[in-house]
């Protein structure tokens, strides 16, 4: 390790002023709607990725913080999704919003129905890129691949969710 880069309390401070917030946006999108404790279930999952880069700050690659953030928030959230019971329907909240339930209903349901038909590792890939704004080379880290391997992964992920997304559409039509 270079002199330069000491893993102290302000390398920690950094490294949490600049990704607590993805990291919490992370779990917010692929934690369930319901149940009514996604945000505080996504903070302290966001809590426990950051408390393993804590504990195992010399693993984590100088430059690569980022993609090594989520490669421990995708373990984290497996290990989350095996604990998971039923829970308590959430209250009813007392204030409605602006947004048409129904026309929401109907994009969510769609974009869920294609997305469920792809593989795991191309929604994966897919959710990286597109929600959490992973570059070509972070992905790649994340994936333990080449960047050409990244990009190729992208790409086909990509071709595959637009053909489910035509065949969705036409079925939806026809």
């Known amino acids: ?12 401070a950094t490294l949490f002023d600049a990704h607590a ?7 917010v999108r692929r934690l ?3 149940g ?13 990725v950051l408390a393993t880069a804590w504990r195992r700050r010399e693993d984590v690659p100088e430059g690569a ?9 995708g373990f984290v959230l497996a290990n989350h999704r095996r604990k998971l019971r039923a829970l308590p329907v959430a209250a009813v909240p007392e ?10 209903a109907l994009a969510d349901d769609g974009v869920r129905r294609v997305l469920a038909r792809l593989t795991p590792r191309d929604r994966r890939i897919l959710l990286l890129v597109a929600w959490d704004g992973l570059s070509g080379d972070e992905l790649a880290q994340v994936l333990g691949v080449s ?9 086909r992920a990509r071709a595959r969710l637009r053909d489910l997304w035509a065949e969705d559409a036409a079925a939806s039509a026809g």
Do not use: C
């Not at 390790?1 to 920690?12: C, H, L, P």
């Not at 913080?65 to 989520?70: A, M």
């Not at 204030?95 to 929401?104: A, G, K, Q, S």
């Open 21 to 27: 917030t993805a990291l919490y946006r992370y779990f």
């Open 147 to 155: 960047r050409g391997g990244a990009d190729a992964a992208l790409s």
């Open 95 to 104: 204030e409605p919003d602006d947004v048409d339930p129904e026309t929401l």
């Open 36 to 48: 009514g404790g996604r945000a505080a279930d996504a903070e302290d999952l966001a809590a426990d």
């Open 32 to 34: 369930p709607a319901s």
């Open 65 to 73: 913080e980022l993609p090594w953030l989520y490669k421990t928030a």
């Open 1 to 12: 390790m270079e002199a330069s880069y000491v893993r102290d309390e302000t390398w920690f």
